[in-house]
Each structure stands twice: as structure tokens, then as C-alpha cells.
């Protein structure tokens, strides 16, 4: 069986309170909520450590549920996978055999990202998928130093920067098992599920909020 799991915390560095910034009048974490709930997974469950007063209004499906988790998983210091360790732990979702982790900080990720990413898991022989983005190609790189900017670090190599992709940490979907015996949710060799570069922003700071406002009102996804 397959859950989703949206983990957030109360504390970030960045942007305080970062979960619940509004973008066009909705809070973030309420993006990966909808799309969650818009999608085919059949279990859905958002963990954090805010009141349940505060995050119970932003769900709208009886499929997701609210699991608080005490201040100590939550913490700057952890990955965000912690929340797995708690509610495994917990008895809360040892009886499911694949983890579809959703990052709450990937607003413009819709209910067909997910849908598509698990087609593509399901699909694959890989134990792990991750969600990526083509990487523009880099042609040149300069390193500016004594006033002046020195000879180029990498040369530009078509062949190879057309297979090139990076991670945005949108969706990530494994096996438990390998995560508790591992330690780890992807290994050297997970599927790629690609996304549009502009689906990819992944809010980290201010700017990204405001760039994400002005895709939203430009028309870009779905509010």
C-alpha cells in the first residue's frame, strides 16, 4: 500500500514560519495539500508540529489526517525524513510498504506530478524515484578574483549537458523497508520523474515567494 506524506515543521531558518506564508491568499503548505488531495493516492498524511487548530482548516478530504509530532522530530538540525522515523515508531504507517514523501516548500507541484511520478514508479524496476528537472546547459564558468575575471573552469559539451538533471526535491517516492534498513530514501539509481523547471521552485527564501506570486497570478497553476 502506498501513502503520501507531507512533512513540515513550525521553525525555519530562512523564513520564519515558512509553512504557513500565504502566496496569492493561500498558505504554502496548503499547495501540497490540495494537490495531494486532487491526486489518486488513497492515504494522505500531513505531520508537523503546529496546533491542530492551525493545520485541520487547510484540509478539505477525509483521505489526508493531521499526525502532530512533539518538538524534538522537528527540529532544524533534522532532515525532514525524521517525521517517518515518529510515525513509524508510532504504529502510524507501518503498514505500508511505499513512501510518497511531498515536499510542502514545492507549491507550483500538482495532483498531476504525483500521479504521473507514481505511473512512472510503478512502471519502473527501481526501489526509488525521484522528481528532477532538466538542468540548463552551462557553457561557460568564469572565476573572478584580483579585479579581474580569470580563464573558464568548465568548457560546454552538448552531448553530455543535454542528459544532465537535478534534483528538486518535490517528490520522492521508496520503498519503507529500504529506508529503515538503509537509512536512506533513494539509492545511487532512482527513476527520474522530470518536471517543467518552473514547477521545480523549491521556496526557500523571500524571493522565491514572490516569484512564485507573480507565476500564480501570471496564470501558472492551479490556486
Known sequence: MVVGVIPARAGSVTIPNKALK??????????TIRAAEKSLLKKVIVTADYPEDVINPLINDDKVIYVRR???YCRNDQP??????YMYDKG?????????????????RGAYDINMALLT???STN????SVFKTPPIKKMYMQGAG????????FNKDVDEMLYTRNGAIYIFTMHNYLERGIIFDGYPEFYVMESYKSIDVDTFEDLKHVELLIKGGVGNV
Open 80 to 85: 525532514s525524513t525524521i517525521a517517518l522515523n
Open 121 to 123: 514508479y510503478f512502471l
Open 22 to 31: 500565504e502566496i496569492c491568499g493561500i498558505p504554502l503548505l496548503q499547495f
Open 148 to 155: 579581474k575575471i580569470s580563464s573558464d573552469l568548465t568548457g
Open 92 to 108: 502510524i504507517i507501518e503498514n505500508y510498504d511505499i513512501i510518497c514523501l511531498l515536499q510542502p516548500t514545492s507549491p507550483l
Open 127 to 130: 526501489d526509488s524515484l525521484v
Open 70 to 72: 512533539p518538538e524534538e
